[in-house]
């Protein structure tokens, strides 16, 4: 299904041209990728006890320091090798106990405490005590940070190896949003090294607990990792990671096959195809809670042709999600009919809305636009852009006329943070949580990347945020859920399975050992030497 498919997309629909020049970027990265086929294949696999991985974004050296994480799940690939946390996803559990050996909630739900385990070392040999737990829960300002200060009353040490959080009142997303990816708010900085050498300098040179040390970091280049023996589950089985950055896909598949990538991150449909030939690599599609939707920007304007509920419903059922998971995903990311992950506690399990053009053009003419619309610049998450063409292609096709833009992933997270992506972008999440912190970040009114909200829903928010009874608080959520249906407040197009490439000297890969992430465990990861 790899070129030939997406030459048929970029075909359908009346008005190709967009989707055609990036068809012939395509082209133009897979002749780049034959020569690299060729140069590289000189340089043969990796060095005994190396692993290399080839990474479908530039590397950020943010990613180093958890206290500004996003709410994306692709930091926590840098964050969980360099760092560890009190609790985390573990092989075998998603809240597995990690630097705390152990924890317990209070009877009233207003008590959360801690026991460290003991004899726990920084890469620099300094100890791990409470007294860093503390620090690194007070410097933490990235996704759910504010929701975390919110209901947090104070923090307070017992002893080096006892730690207590006592909430203003009962929280029973607590642990979720400590315990798992929805934030990095658990993760465990030193504080006495950090004190010393500053900000600036613990990002381009952090200590952590992970089951990996930096040895260096060439900026857009690569970044190089190293086991630490001390690592408390066991010392790493791969010696040596090395990390590089290689935005295009085309490139990634093409070091997989010659040997210089012994995993190749993310790829495109047509990239995952090409490799899916060869005999001596694998696809593995991730199991992790990941998302693709298309958001309406200017939904929450008046002026806006987008505040009509009928010209959003005539997007949703322009796109062939079918079609599109085929051709992006191989099958493997299932249609959505809302943007909360499928596999995710509390989400409403929905039939996603039906591909149904005929429809999409009459909704478009009974909203006042019988011969369609020019609906401007689409912006697709990168690097899918395969995705994005099918969709700019589905739509034009229907009649809303738009014109795909790429940008650099930088500088998409960027403007959607700053809510500078208008009218139209598709983007992705695959964070862990629940329903709840997804609802937290994207459709309360007041999440970081919420473009707009409606009273009725924050409040169900609030509500189910206090809703100690399991089955109550489910129902507030898929509450809110179906209203974001019923207004039509996005375009959800499918629950994305991360393709990752695996070559032939990984025995074990571990990609899809740890609940909802779609990173390895990567001190349990093998490969020949």
């Known amino acids: ?3 030939h498919v997406h030459a048929r997309l970029c075909r359908r629909g009346p008005s190709p041209a967009t989707a055609c020049s990036a068809h012939g970027h395509r082209i133009a990265s897979l002749l780049t ?3 690299l086929v060729l140069a590289a294949s000189a340089a043969g696999a990796g060095q005994p006890g190396e692993a290399v991985m080839a990474w479908h974004v530039t590397l950020a050296p943010t990613w180093f320091d958890p206290s500004t994480a996003p709410p994306q799940i692709t930091p926590f690939g840098m964050l969980y090798a360099i760092h560890d946390a009190m609790v985390r996803p573990l092989p075998g559990s998603k ?6 050996e152990s924890w317990r909630e209070s009877g009233d739900g207003l008590t959360y405490e801690f026991k460290l385990r003991p004899g726990l070392k920084f890469h620099n040999g300094d100890p791990v005590t409470t007294e860093d737990v503390k620090f690194s829960y007070e410097r933490y300002r990235g996704a759910g940070a504010k929701e975390l200060q919110t209901r947090i009353r104070q923090v307070d040490i017992v002893d080096p190896l006892t730690i207590r959080f006592q ?5 029973p997303d607590f642990m979720t949003f400590y315990g798992t990816t929805a934030t990095a708010a658990g993760i465990v900085v030193p504080k006495k090294y950090l004190t010393q050498v500053g900000e600036e300098a613990f990002r381009k040179q952090p200590i952590g607990a992970g089951p990996y040390k930096l040895v260096s970091h060439t900026p857009g280049v690569e970044v190089v990792l190293e086991a630490f023996p001390g690592y408390w589950r066991h010392a790493p089985y791969v010696k040596r990671l ?4 290689v935005t295009d896909g085309t490139t990634r598949a093409a070091m997989l096959r010659t040997g210089e990538a012994d995993i190749a991150y993310a790829l495109d449909g047509p990239d995952a195809d090409n490799v899916k030939r060869d005999p001596r690599v694998q696809i593995v599609a991730s199991r992790h809670a990941s998302i693709n939707w298309l958001e309406f920007a200017d939904q929450w304007d008046p002026k806006s042709p987008w505040a009509d509920r009928r010209l959003r419903l005539a997007v949703n059922h322009a796109i062939n999600r079918k079609a599109i998971n085929e051709a992006a995903c191989l099958g493997f990311c299932p249609p959505a009919g809302v943007i909360v992950p499928r596999v995710m506690d509390f989400a409403l399990q929905v039939e996603p809305p039906a591909y149904d053009p005929q429809r999409a053009k009459l909704l478009l003419a009974d909203a006042g636009y019988p011969n369609g619309i020019d609906a401007g610049e689409l912006v697709p998450i990168p690097p899918f852009f395969t995705m994005g063409e099918a969709v700019v292609n589905y ?3 229907v009649g809303i006329r738009v014109t795909m833009r790429q940008m650099e992933r930088a500088t998409f997270y960027t403007a959607w943070r700053e809510k500078k992506l208008r009218p139209l972008f598709i983007t992705g999440v695959g964070n862990s949580g629940n329903a709840a912190s997804r609802v937290q ?8 990347y919420a473009y707009g909200g409606y009273p009725d829903i924050d409040d169900l928010f609030e509500q189910q945020a206090r809703e100690r009874d399991t089955r109550k608080r489910e129902a507030l959520l898929h509450r809110i859920q179906q209203l974001t249906i019923d207004r039509v407040m996005f375009a959800p197009i499918m629950d994305f399975r991360a393709l990752m490439g695996i070559g032939p000297r990984v025995t074990e890969h571990t990609i899809t050992s740890i609940h909802n992430s779609p990173f390895p465990s990567y001190e349990d990861m093998r490969i020949k030497d």
């Open 95 to 100: 809240m597995g106990a990690s630097l705390a």
């Open 33 to 35: 990728a034959a020569l």
């Open 1 to 3: 299904m790899s070129l």
């Open 167 to 171: 909430l203003k009142e009962p929280w």
């Open 441 to 448: 970040e994207f459709i309360f009114s007041k999440g970081t």
């Open 242 to 245: 090395i990390m590089k950055s």
């Open 395 to 397: 739509l034009n096709a």
